[in-house]
């Protein structure tokens, strides 16, 4: 560890204790999200990879395949955001993970091209 990360640390400490809490909270992950509410099985929906793939337009996919994709994306996120929603876990939470999950996923396809290509 270096010096200077260490005053950091140690400055970080002090701030803490002089505000009497921390600025630091653990990260909510999709699945710790859907774990606590009971709602795991929304990842085991059979229109769970509609709902979270992405969408990367090739030189020759046209606008209506394009639009075609979307279009069933956005029924799949709707039936399952729908049909899992209940006390506990909105419609709109799910999608809001659905949209997370499908982030990632074009995410992951666009550093895998990036560094694929070179």
Same mark, same amino acid.
């Given at each position: 560890m270096s010096f200077p990360f260490s005053l950091f640390l140690l400055k970080l400490s002090i $701030?803490? *204790?002089l505000l009497g809490f921390t600025a630091v909270k653990p990260i909510v992950t999709v699945y710790s999200f859907l774990q606590e509410r009971g709602a795991l099985n929304v990842l085991s929906d059979k229109y769970i990879e509609t709902a979270t793939h992405e969408i990367i337009p090739k030189k @020759? @996919?046209?606008r209506e395949a394009i639009q075609r994709e979307i279009k069933k *994306?956005?029924?799949a996120v709707k039936l399952i955001s729908k049909k899992y929603s209940r006390e506990g876990v909105s419609e709109d939470e799910l999608v809001n993970c659905l949209y997370s999950i499908g982030e990632y996923h074009w995410f992951a396809?666009? $550093?895998f091209n $990036?560094?694929?290509h070179h």
């Open positions: $701030i803490q *204790k @020759t @996919t046209s *994306k956005e029924r396809a666009i $550093i $990036i560094f694929s």
